[in-house]
């Protein structure tokens, strides 16, 4: 069955320190979002990324935060200065599109701890 | 704004069914799902059900939703020790609009 694979699995940066977390969503996918999770709290929309842009942010995702699609295959979230409250499990989702209907492929998750 | 609220634990008997109940605010809800969530693991897709539907049974699995209460319900038949995880209710309005989750409720299945 096909993945969305995220790595790396956990990472831990130093804050103010740049990171950059990766996703390999679903290969016919069109829509690829964001969500993050702090420990234990809901899980949070971030972004949302279609044809080549910000389709929709919420207002966690604000100047520190940015979205790529470097290349054909991966999306990626970068964290320009991190804080201690960016530490969160960070999931990255797929879906194929309006007529995709059985909802979001969610990835495993990357566990960001800043110290 | 929209919210999504779930009772936070569950304990049940293995062999016994499971009742996870989840509540949301926002009306023009058309899609409502089950993710379970193993330890260190994703969210795993169980269900859906679209707002036109009172339920849908998938194997052990039954949603029942009640959309003038705004009240969603899954059932685990014959619970297993394996089905212990957290699960969480999410909601959105279109296929691809932002998913709105709840807490999750963790569900522990004693042997």
């Known amino acids: 069955e096909p993945e969305v694979t995220q790595t790396p699995s956990h990472q831990v940066t130093q804050m103010g320190q740049e990171v950059i977390l990766r996703c390999v969503p679903i290969s016919n996918h069109l829509y690829f979002y964001w969500y993050r999770q702090i420990l234990g709290q809901k899980v949070e929309f971030l972004v949302s990324?279609?044809?080549?842009?910000?389709?929709?942010k919420s207002e966690i995702f604000d100047d520190q935060f940015s979205v790529e699609r470097p290349d054909g295959s991966n999306f990626t979230l970068k964290i320009r200065s991190t804080k201690l409250e960016d530490s969160a499990m960070y999931f990255c989702?797929?879906?194929?599109?309006?007529?995709?209907?059985?909802?979001?492929?969610f990835g495993s998750g990357t566990r960001l701890t800043v110290v | 704004g929209e919210d999504v609220e779930q009772s936070l634990f569950l304990s049940v008997r293995e062999g016994d069914s499971s009742v996870i109940n989840c509540t949301y605010t926002d009306s023009s809800s058309t899609y409502l799902y089950w993710y379970k969530q193993e330890p260190g693991a994703g969210l795993q897709l169980l269900t859906y059900?679209?707002?036109?539907?009172d339920m849908k049974q998938d194997q052990r699995l039954t949603v029942l939703l009640n959309k003038k209460d705004k009240h969603l319900s899954l059932r685990i038949a014959d619970t297993q020790t394996g089905d212990s995880a957290i699960y969480f209710c999410a909601e959105s309005i279109r296929a691809n609009t932002p998913l709105v989750f709840g807490k999750g409720t963790r569900l522990s299945v004693i042997a």
């Open positions: 990324f279609y044809n080549n842009e910000i389709s929709e």
């Open positions: 989702a797929s879906t194929g599109g309006p007529s995709d209907r059985h909802g979001y492929t």
């Open positions: 059900i679209f707002s036109n539907m």
